[in-house]
């Protein structure tokens, strides 16, 4: 559901310290997406006119990062002091100038960039209360834990409206015994919220301009007031490193369970894991401890094996993959073709049927369908300066234990030796061989058995002697004559 003229304030300006780290907060990764990323994607189910994202002055990255998405409508604002929630949303004004929101009809949703949980679902749910006649001018989110701790609370007259939102700070002890509490996110009429927050005070305990204070001024005007509820573990905020991984956790069962329930086939669910952009199709069958980073897409009907890693790939239709396969960023596995145990792509593409069965590196490279890679082939495609292709054509045979030095092309049918070194082109439907030639010594093996068993009793016999020049010429000679 879109709500018609919304506009978005990410709050995004905290430092974390937490986090002990000096990344910014919002910029640390849950199943390969930062924080940040997950509030803006879930915020982009709502199609908002205008997302603002409200950082400190000392964020570049944050920045940059905002202004590396391709959706022209987010944008940063700058909270130049520390002062609060409402203070933060108060910067975001100016951002949303051209907009129809604090000085038209349109609405605005607040949310925090440390929430990564945070679901299109839940937001759409909470705007669908502004969509009614009788919709109260301001709407929180609230939640109920098992521990309420230190979140704010909710206090709730006997029709429901919201009174107040007090911080667990200024909280009375019967204030503090209220199970309802907020989750941060808020949704108001665009004007209504901006004359409020121009009336914010600091008479609270931090001494800051507190968002949540806008009810207890709201109420008092006269302005209608509400609340909705979300699922705890979604409104989870990220201040540490244990948090992130509890967040992680969760997105993780999250992923699995849309997995299975898309037709996914999980051998150990616990031991896969996910990115947040991972894409199987149905009839995949995942072993036990597979990892897949960012921009996997993979195909129906697909095995992969245990133990894989696999990022930035895409593996089509009836694939099998592994076990102990590694396929890094730009490797496209096509329809029907294998990697086997211990073979690690980059920038490579395998036509359908293609085979890599065993312990080789691919890197920058076009293998053509139905080709076969043996054991031990290495692409040697950086020189030290730079990255060079290597061409394998359709249906050639690559014999085990060879190095294809690029740029190199090997021609359709064509077969290359095992343990040849290829340095020049091979043409269609030829034979190569790039090694040195072999050489036999009749009786050798066994002169030289014979002469360390003498020397051995040598040792033995003559321990502490010196040899003389004449025993340095004989041992010169029986190393010529071997």
């Known amino acids: 559901m879109t709500l018609s003229k919304l506009a978005v304030v990410v709050l995004a300006a905290g430092q974390g310290t937490r986090m002990k780290s000096t990344r910014p907060k919002v910029l640390h990764q849950v199943a390969g997406r930062t924080m940040l990323d997950h509030v803006l ?51 975001a004004k100016n951002a949303l100038t051209g907009y ?26 909470l705007c669908a209360r502004r969509q009614a006649a009788d919709a109260p001018d301001l709407l929180g989110l609230a939640f109920e834990p098992a521990d309420p701790a230190q979140y704010g609370r909710f206090v709730l007259d006997d029709n429901g409206q919201v009174l107040r939102i007090v911080e667990y700070p200024d909280a009375s002890p019967a204030e503090r015994a209220i199970g309802l509490c907020n989750a941060g996110v808020l949704l108001g009429n665009g004007p209504v919220l901006f004359s409020l927050i121009e009336r914010l005070g600091t008479d609270n305990a931090k001494g800051e301009y507190y968002l949540t204070d806008l ?15 979300a699922d705890p573990a979604e409104v989870l905020g990220i201040n540490s490193r244990a948090e992130l991984a509890a967040a992680e956790a969760v997105l993780q069962r999250r992923l699995r369970a849309e997995a299975m329930a898309d037709g996914v086939t999980l051998v150990d669910p616990a031991t896969t894991w996910f990115s947040a952009d991972t894409r199987l199709g149905r009839d995949v069958t995942v072993q036990p401890n597979v990892f897949f980073g960012p921009g996997v897409v993979v195909g129906d009907d697909v095995e992969i ?24 960023p730009g490797t496209v596995v096509g329809a029907g073709a294998r990697i086997g145990n211990f073979v690690e792509t980059k920038n490579t593409v395998l036509g359908p049927g293609a085979k890599a069965n065993h312990l080789t590196y691919l890197g920058d490279a076009q293998v053509g369908a139905k080709a076969n890679v043996g054991a031990g082939t290495i692409t040697c495609n950086y020189d030290g300066f730079g990255k060079h292709l290597t061409s394998i054509g359709e249906g050639a045979f690559i014999g085990s234990n060879t190095a294809l ?12 030796g095992a343990g040849s070194t290829i340095t020049e082109d091979v043409a269609a439907d030829a034979l190569a061989v790039g090694r040195g030639p072999q050489k036999a010594h009749p009786g050798a093996a066994k002169r030289f058995r014979q002469r360390r068993e003498s020397v051995g009793t040598g040792q033995k016999a003559g321990a502490g002697k010196k040899k003389g020049s004449s025993g340095k010429k004989k041992a010169l000679k029986r190393r010529k004559d071997g």
Do not use: N, W
């Open 305 to 328: 094996r245990a133990f894989c890693h696999l990022e930035g790939a895409t593996v089509e239709t009836g694939a099998v993959i592994g076990p102990y396969a590694r396929l890094r």
């Open 100 to 125: 129809h929101g604090p000085d038209g009809s349109g609405d605005v949703l607040v949310v925090f960039g440390d929430t990564p949980l945070l679901t299109s679902a839940t937001l759409t749910a």
């Open 215 to 229: 009810f207890a001024l709201a109420s008092t005007a006269g302005h209608r007031t509400g609340v909705g509820e």
């Open 405 to 416: 030095v690029a740029p190199v092309r090997i021609g359709k049918g064509a077969i290359v």
């Open 41 to 91: 994607e879930a915020v982009a189910g709502l199609e908002p006119e205008r997302v603002v994202v409200v950082i400190a002055p000392d964020m570049p990255a944050v920045a940059k990062a905002v202004a590396a998405r391709p959706d022209g409508r987010v944008r940063t604002a700058i909270q130049d002091r520390q002062l609060g929630t409402g203070h933060a949303v108060a910067c």
